[in-house]
């Protein structure tokens, strides 16, 4: 199926004009490319330098000064209501997180990681407390701003942000381009720079069927960095992944949070993503039984 054969399926469904325009005009560069523009597509399309980073010359501090949190939690409860009873996933967080943390939260299964990262991704409001990124409380934006914000700051790579099936690698990696009305040209000139770093430019045409789990995991990184957002959330980056794709998958946000300064929040169960970790909040029940504040030298000795 070509993309404008989708594009067609989509628009007999759903017709969302706006999108299907922005689609319509990535259809017909590709259309006019696939004869062969000869173009680079590896040079970065992120920096005027040849640096080979993801980092755009426009990135910037977003908070005003390193004492303030990006994201802050205050008295944070999420609670489920199961028929008659309710049930308390999050008790209380109170959690500060500064830009260019490396965070990771550590739990038992059931202990509310998925559920924090709901919020802290503004995926979700509390019950009761208050989330706040960059000093807005999310609570009180309007769900357009909130998504508007998310979607420029946020790079999700959660297990169940799945890729479009019937998309091609390439096309799901340019999707959040095209949300953000990017240039389409240049939207697919990041897509294939992205495709190139997580080492997966021969596979832009393969739909994510045809990929196996760590690459359809390389691709969810390369869409989570498509806007080049400062904040990245993974939950269980690693899950399911042989250890040398999850190794991999690590380095590559390592090498992000070090050189980049993005911000990294990860929750896992896995102990090995500890070792590149800033800051490890360990979480039991709903709360945080404690926070672990770790040097570089700490880093080392558990490799
Ligand atoms: N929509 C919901 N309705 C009711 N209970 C829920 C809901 N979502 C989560 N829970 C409960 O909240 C608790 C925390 O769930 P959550 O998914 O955040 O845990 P987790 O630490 O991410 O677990 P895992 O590591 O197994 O993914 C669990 O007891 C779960 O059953």
Redesign the pocket.
């Known amino acids: 199926m070509t993309l404008t054969e989708i594009i067609e399926t989509f628009k007999t469904k759903l017709n969302p004009s706006k999108i299907m325009d922005s689609l319509e005009r990535t259809a017909s560069f590709y259309d006019e490319s696939e004869n062969g523009s000869g173009e680079d597509l590896k040079s970065n399309p992120y920096s005027n330098s040849a640096s080979g980073s993801v980092k755009s010359s426009e990135a910037t501090r977003i908070t005003l000064n390193e004492k303030e949190p990006l994201i802050k939690l205050t008295d944070v409860w999420k609670l489920?209501q199961?028929g008659e009873v309710e049930?308390a996933?999050l008790k209380g967080i109170d959690l500060d997180i500064y830009e260019g943390e490396f965070l990771v939260g550590l739990?038992p299964?059931?202990?509310?990681?998925?559920?924090?990262m709901n919020l802290l991704g503004c995926l979700d409001i509390p019950s009761k407390g208050t989330v706040f990124l960059n000093s807005k409380d999310i609570s009180e934006l309007e769900e357009s701003e909130l998504a508007r914000i998310r979607g420029q700051m946020i790079g999700f790579i959660f297990q169940s942000f799945n890729l479009i099936p019937t998309l091609s690698t390439e096309e799901n990696v340019l999707l959040p381009l095209e949300f953000q009305e990017e240039d389409v040209q240049l939207a697919r000139k990041k897509a294939a720079y992205l495709l190139d770093i997580v080492g997966l430019s021969d596979k832009r045409k393969n739909l994510p069927s045809q990929l196996s789990g760590g690459q359809r995991q390389r691709v969810a990184i390369a869409r989570s960095l498509a806007v080049n957002p400062p904040i990245i959330l993974a939950d269980e980056p690693t899950g399911n992944l042989d250890s040398k794709t999850g190794d991999y998958i690590l380095d590559f946000l390592d090498g992000l949070n070090k050189k980049e300064g993005k911000t990294i929040i990860i929750?896992t169960?896995d102990l090995e993503i500890v070792k590149h970790a800033t800051r490890v909040v360990y979480i039991r029940d709903g709360e945080i039984e404690k926070i672990e504040i770790r040097t570089k030298n700490e880093s080392e000795e558990i490799k």
Do not use: C, D, I, R
Not at 109 to 116: A, E, R, W, Y
């Open positions: 489920y199961m049930f996933a739990g299964s059931g202990s509310g990681k998925s559920t924090l929750v169960h």
